[in-house]
């Protein structure tokens, strides 16, 4: 066997679960950087919050861009993820839809970031949106639909416009700093409800 063929052997390998593990721990904490900090933040703080050094941040991505495309990746699929664990916990669907835009708006203020660090790959950040429409417009959709069949919310919201309004007020919050989004959204969520 030669070097490429153990090379793609080893590609070709699950990872072990325990650098699934690390790994998953590695972009929660570049995440939770990059929405307090911004997606410029020093690779040695993200580093210092996973408890790994930074050759394994750049080992797992050479450059800012990979790490904050695979943040980005790692934040929808633990969007998406979320959205039926919270409806299957939470006290009532409204409450669940809360919890997720919760995530979502810690999501966008890490995305709007990645925006601009992709700025000069247009076709890239293309695809990324596509993903992020395919994968959280149907849990949204879910969420807005349990909680207007228990008449928590009023019906006709799609999802769409829901996630739509929810990032146009997220977009103001990276330029000032006394803008407070999550304010911003929670009145949203709350004019979600149903006249009474």
Known sequence: MND????AERAARPRRADARRNQEALLDAAAEIFVTAGV????????????VGTATIYRHFPTRADLIVAVYRHQVEACAEAGPVL??????????????????????????????????????FETLHAYFLERLMPVCGR??????????????????ELMRGIGNLCIGA?????????RLVGLLIAGLRPPR
């Open 87 to 124: 409806l299957a916990e939470s006290a009532t669907p409204y409450a669940a839809l809360g919890r997720w835009i919760d995530l979502f708006v810690d999501f966008l203020v890490t995305k709007h970031g990645l925006a601009a660090v992709l700025r000069s790959d247009t076709a890239g």
């Open 40 to 51: 410029e933040a020093p690779v040695r703080d993200i580093a210092a919050k996973a408890g």
């Open 4 to 7: 490429g063929e153990r090379g």
């Open 143 to 160: 969420l807005l639909d349990a909680a207007a069949a228990a008449g928590e919310v009023r019906s006709g919201i799609s999802a769409y």
């Open 174 to 182: 990276e330029s000032d700093e006394r803008y407070d989004a999550r």
